[in-house]
């Protein structure tokens, strides 16, 4: 009798333990007190995070009947949790994303359209209010995903104090001036025999081919975006002249064992291609002098690459939902001044035209590049493509293979992403 | 029959069925666990490798062994593989003849013998995540501890007049060449410590009495390792193989935190199969084309564990 009653008190505890599991999609507080709970997820890890959190206690202060939880994920992760939350349930009312997110997400209905939220209340927006660039970038296929938050290009930051003392009184802007540059300010400062302070270090290699490619009218895809073009001659000659200042000009080190924005932030290096969020970090370190300015032309165009944050809504948010959280977006889009100052560029077009945004020096320089800014290609198979693009660009620039074997290769396989249904 | 012992009566059938739920009821909570996070996710994989199985998709097409013949033809997956066949060929040996060596070493000294056991166990309890940072931090070829003990090397041997090359800060990581044996020795630091536990267990199970019977038949240290302990250890050996193998196939973490961007390590180094399938599943959301990769890897892990238990197997019979 003792043991059938312990058999049943096990089964019984592991059927209570089964259980025990939240259900799946269920319904998180949506109000907690009075107030309304917008929950809100973003990746801004760094100082940028302070910058939105600073911005969205504003907005609760102005909001009492709102309340925001701000989730704020590593950016290596986040994409992966978003994706989870959209597809199984638990998205945040509002989000970030990247503007070349939307064409993942959109075309499986993941994303709120958002053209009645922006025509709605007393101040409607409209494409005349927003830089083109990211203005078009929030659209997939006609419709509009996003509202953009700002823009973010690389632009060329100068070790100051490097380019005084190699006579040079501003940041270069052809690609002449440019290895002349670099070729100043590259020295053995320790006598060794080693170079210990490089005029160029390539930091993020993708963004800086994608800047390189642009000016030279090409990128990973064809402009009908069906196959690769990174096999061209156009882009072949980008890869070549990225190749130069480390072979040929040896004014850059081999990407490899090289901290290359540490080096820059430590003086070791006088010029680096980073894009404008990466202001914060040289304005903490101490006793750097240094300028920004637009990336000089290598190429035949015009051109660099930027990338933009945009404010989107889960698709099949409550009419509640998506009326809270826009409240917030627009807030925050209306207050981008504020997002700029941490370093980067307002995609208000009202608020470049500012005298407080001209009196951000960095800032506004990188700004300049906005008619001729490149974003990656705004297609659902992005991820996919980019696999193949970085090993690419990192065997060209170590020098394991020539940039036609490596492009051949690249374009290979991204044509074989691109052909799979 | 012994005499003292009951004869034991056959049980009656409500006793017998009392056993087996008896027994049932004990293995329950286990049996649902492993049903529940491990069958049932293991069988679903399967599932989703003969689909098309985008993550965002609303419809998930049946495509048969698509995926698989996808996977196979990927030069990509080739790449992966030969990199983690690389790594185990590395570490599988380099980490069983380590925890042999420390164990040996312990199975030798009493003093302080808990302490040193302790040393060097506590690197496996460690995560990955906290290995790789720490790793990687060594690792750095501008401010990393391993190259400035290197460079004082080198200089100490220079200012010796030994005609070596000047220093040069070794890519210990971010040199294709150099990643795959720099994970291993990194694997080997984090996970001999476990092996060497098994590994002194099975030394301290060799009799006395053989060691004893050897040294009177005049055989030295080397021989009474090579002729009495090692043949001893054979099911230990096998243990610690099967399994550094299977640990092994899987590497993952070490990969992934050591190389953020981009994923795999520089020129595709340290792509790893199981990084390969997460890659695929959550950066490509392929989840069929992942599911399909982890199958494959299954299927080799497991041809290659059949092959260690039959070479081991039969190894024994001839002793």
Same mark, same amino acid.
């Given at each position: 009798?003792?043991?059938?009653?312990?058999?049943?008190?096990?089964? /019984?505890?592991? !059927?209570?333990? #089964? =259980?025990? @599991? *939240?259900?799946?999609? %269920?319904?998180?507080?949506?109000?907690?007190?009075?107030?309304?709970?917008?929950?809100?997820?973003?990746?801004?890890?760094?100082?940028?995070?302070?910058?939105?959190?600073?911005?969205?206690?504003?907005?609760?202060?102005?909001?009492?009947?709102?309340?925001?939880?701000?989730?704020?994920?590593?950016?290596?992760?986040?994409?992966?949790?978003?994706?989870?939350?959209?597809?199984?349930?638990?998205?945040?009312?509002?989000?970030?994303?990247?503007?070349?997110?939307?064409?993942?997400?959109?075309?499986?209905?993941?994303?709120?359209? /958002?053209?009645? !939220?922006?025509? #709605? =209340?007393? @101040? *409607?927006?409209?494409? %005349?209010?927003?830089?083109?660039?990211?203005?078009?970038?929030?659209?997939?296929?006609?419709?509009?995903?996003?509202?953009?938050?700002?823009?973010?290009?690389?632009?060329?930051?100068?070790?100051?104090?490097?380019?005084?003392?190699?006579?040079?009184?501003?940041?270069?802007?052809?690609?002449?001036?440019?290895?002349?540059?670099?070729?100043?300010?590259?020295?053995?400062?320790?006598?060794?025999?080693?170079?210990?302070?490089?005029?160029?270090?390539?930091?993020?290699?993708?963004?800086?081919?994608?800047?390189?490619?642009?000016?030279?009218?090409?990128?990973?895809?064809?402009?009908?975006?069906?196959?690769?073009?990174?096999?061209?001659?156009?882009?072949?000659?980008?890869?070549?002249?990225?190749?130069?200042?480390?072979?040929?000009?040896?004014?850059?080190?081999?990407?490899?064992?090289?901290?290359?924005?540490?080096?820059?932030?430590?003086?070791?290096?006088?010029?680096?291609?980073?894009?404008?969020?990466?202001?914060?970090?040289?304005?903490?370190?101490?006793?750097?002098?240094?300028?920004?300015?637009?990336?000089?032309?290598?190429?035949?165009?015009?051109?660099?690459?930027?990338?933009?944050?945009?404010?989107?809504?889960?698709?099949?948010?409550?009419?509640?939902?998506?009326?809270?959280?826009?409240?917030?977006?627009?807030?925050?889009?209306?207050?981008?001044?504020?997002?700029?100052?941490?370093?980067?560029?307002?995609?208000?077009?009202?608020?470049?035209?500012?005298?407080?945004?001209?009196?951000?020096?960095?800032?506004?320089?990188?700004?300049?590049?906005?008619?001729?800014?490149?974003?990656?290609?705004?297609?659902?198979?992005?991820?996919?493509?980019?696999?193949?693009?970085?090993?690419?660009?990192?065997?060209?620039?170590?020098?394991?293979?020539?940039?036609?074997?490596?492009?051949?290769?690249?374009?290979?396989?991204?044509?074989?992403?691109?052909?799979?249904? | 029959?012994?005499?003292?012992?009951?004869?034991?009566?056959?049980?009656?059938?409500?006793?017998?069925?009392?056993?087996?739920?008896?027994?049932?009821?004990?293995?329950?909570?286990?049996?649902?666990?492993?049903?529940?996070?491990?069958?049932?996710?293991?069988?679903?994989?399967?599932?989703?490798?003969?689909?098309?199985?985008?993550?965002?998709?609303?419809?998930?097409?049946?495509?048969?062994?698509?995926?698989?013949?996808?996977?196979?033809?990927?030069?990509?997956?080739?790449?992966?593989?030969?990199?983690?066949?690389?790594?185990?060929?590395?570490?599988?040996?380099?980490?069983?003849?380590?925890?042999?060596?420390?164990?040996?070493?312990?199975?030798?000294?009493?003093?302080?013998?808990?302490?040193?056991?302790?040393?060097?166990?506590?690197?496996?309890?460690?995560?990955?995540?906290?290995?790789?940072?720490?790793?990687?931090?060594?690792?750095?070829?501008?401010?990393?501890?391993?190259?400035?003990?290197?460079?004082?090397?080198?200089?100490?041997?220079?200012?010796?007049?030994?005609?070596?090359?000047?220093?040069?800060?070794?890519?210990?990581?971010?040199?294709?060449?150099?990643?795959?044996?720099?994970?291993?020795?990194?694997?080997?630091?984090?996970?001999?410590?476990?092996?060497?536990?098994?590994?002194?267990?099975?030394?301290?199970?060799?009799?006395?009495?053989?060691?004893?019977?050897?040294?009177?038949?005049?055989?030295?240290?080397?021989?009474?390792?090579?002729?009495?302990?090692?043949?001893?250890?054979?099911?230990?050996?096998?243990?610690?193989?099967?399994?550094?193998?299977?640990?092994?196939?899987?590497?993952?973490?070490?990969?992934?935190?050591?190389?953020?961007?981009?994923?795999?390590?520089?020129?595709?180094?340290?792509?790893?199969?199981?990084?390969?399938?997460?890659?695929?599943?959550?950066?490509?959301?392929?989840?069929?084309?992942?599911?399909?990769?982890?199958?494959?890897?299954?299927?080799?892990?497991?041809?290659?564990?059949?092959?260690?238990?039959?070479?081991?197997?039969?190894?024994?019979?001839?002793?």
């Amino acid at each position: 009798m003792k043991l059938r009653r312990a058999l049943i008190a096990v089964i /019984v505890a592991c !059927l209570g333990c #089964s =259980g025990c @599991a *939240p259900a799946r999609g %269920a319904a998180r507080p949506e109000e907690i007190g009075d107030k309304r709970v917008i929950d809100f997820w973003n990746g801004f890890t760094g100082p940028d995070g302070k910058t939105m959190e600073r911005m969205v206690r504003a907005f609760e202060a102005e909001n009492p009947d709102l309340r925001v939880r701000m989730q704020i994920i590593p950016w290596r992760v986040y994409y992966d949790k978003l994706t989870l939350a959209l597809v199984y349930g638990g998205a945040p009312d509002l989000f970030i994303l990247h503007a070349s997110r939307i064409a993942q997400f959109a075309p499986y209905d993941k994303l709120r359209r /958002v053209e009645d !939220l922006l025509a #709605s =209340g007393t @101040a *409607p927006l409209g494409e %005349a209010d927003f830089a083109a660039a990211p203005w078009k970038a929030s659209f997939y296929e006609g419709q509009q995903f996003g509202l953009p938050l700002d823009v973010h290009p690389v632009g060329l930051y100068c070790n100051a104090r490097l380019l005084r003392e190699a006579g040079l009184s501003k940041a270069p802007a052809t690609w002449d001036e440019f290895v002349e540059a670099a070729r100043r300010t590259t020295k053995d400062t320790d006598g060794d025999g080693r170079t210990d302070q490089w005029g160029f270090v390539f930091t993020w290699q993708r963004t800086n081919w994608l800047t390189f490619a642009a000016q030279f009218g090409t990128g990973i895809l064809t402009p009908d975006e069906r196959s690769c073009d990174m096999a061209s001659p156009r882009n072949l000659a980008a890869l070549s002249r990225m190749r130069e200042l480390i072979y040929t000009h040896r004014v850059a080190p081999k990407p490899e064992g090289v901290d290359a924005w540490l080096a820059f932030r430590q003086g070791k290096a006088a010029m680096a291609l980073e894009g404008i969020y990466m202001l914060s970090s040289l304005e903490e370190t101490e006793g750097l002098e240094f300028l920004g300015a637009p990336v000089p032309r290598f190429g035949a165009e015009p051109g660099t690459f930027a990338g933009s944050h945009m404010l989107g809504l889960p698709g099949g948010a409550s009419p509640e939902s998506s009326s809270a959280a826009w409240r917030l977006a627009r807030y925050l889009s209306d207050h981008s001044l504020e997002w700029a100052r941490g370093g980067q560029v307002p995609a208000r077009s009202a608020l470049l035209r500012s005298p407080e945004f001209r009196a951000m020096t960095v800032q506004s320089q990188f700004a300049r590049q906005l008619p001729y800014i490149r974003y990656e290609p705004l297609v659902p198979k992005l991820n996919g493509l980019m696999q193949h693009v970085d090993p690419c660009v990192e065997a060209v620039l170590l020098g394991l293979q020539t940039p036609e074997d490596a492009a051949s290769d690249a374009c290979r396989r991204i044509d074989q992403v691109l052909r799979r249904p | 029959m012994v005499s003292g012992l009951k004869a034991r009566r056959p049980l009656r059938r409500s006793e017998n069925w009392r056993d087996t739920a008896v027994g049932l009821g004990f293995a329950l909570p286990h049996l649902i666990l492993f049903a529940v996070f491990l069958l049932g996710p293991v069988a679903y994989g399967f599932y989703l490798s003969l689909h098309r199985w985008h993550i965002l998709a609303p419809e998930h097409p049946f495509v048969g062994l698509q995926n698989y013949a996808g996977a196979l033809s990927d030069d990509i997956f080739w790449i992966a593989l030969r990199n983690t066949v690389y790594f185990v060929v590395l570490v599988v040996p380099l980490g069983n003849l380590v925890s042999l060596l420390l164990a040996l070493g312990l199975a030798s000294v009493w003093r302080f013998n808990t302490a040193y056991k302790l040393a060097y166990y506590v690197p496996v309890v460690i995560s990955i995540a906290v290995v790789a940072v720490l790793w990687r931090w060594l690792y750095n070829t501008q401010a990393g501890l391993l190259n400035v003990y290197v460079k004082q090397t080198v200089n100490a041997l220079r200012g010796i007049g030994l005609p070596l090359a000047p220093f040069q800060p070794v890519p210990w990581i971010s040199n294709p060449d150099n990643v795959v044996p720099a994970l291993a020795l990194m694997t080997v630091w984090w996970t001999a410590g476990g092996n060497m536990l098994i590994y002194l267990a099975g030394i301290m199970n060799v009799p006395d009495e053989y060691h004893e019977a050897a040294r009177i038949d005049g055989a030295g240290t080397w021989q009474r390792f090579r002729h009495v302990t090692w043949p001893l250890l054979r099911p230990t050996t096998l243990f610690c193989l099967v399994f550094s193998v299977l640990a092994s196939f899987q590497v993952f973490g070490q990969s992934y935190v050591v190389f953020d961007n981009p994923p795999g390590g520089p020129a595709r180094s340290a792509l790893f199969l199981a990084l390969y399938m997460y890659l695929q599943g959550f950066n490509q959301y392929e989840l069929g084309y992942g599911a399909a990769v982890a199958y494959l890897l299954f299927a080799l892990v497991l041809v290659l564990t059949a092959v260690q238990f039959r070479l081991f197997a039969s190894g024994g019979r001839k002793e």
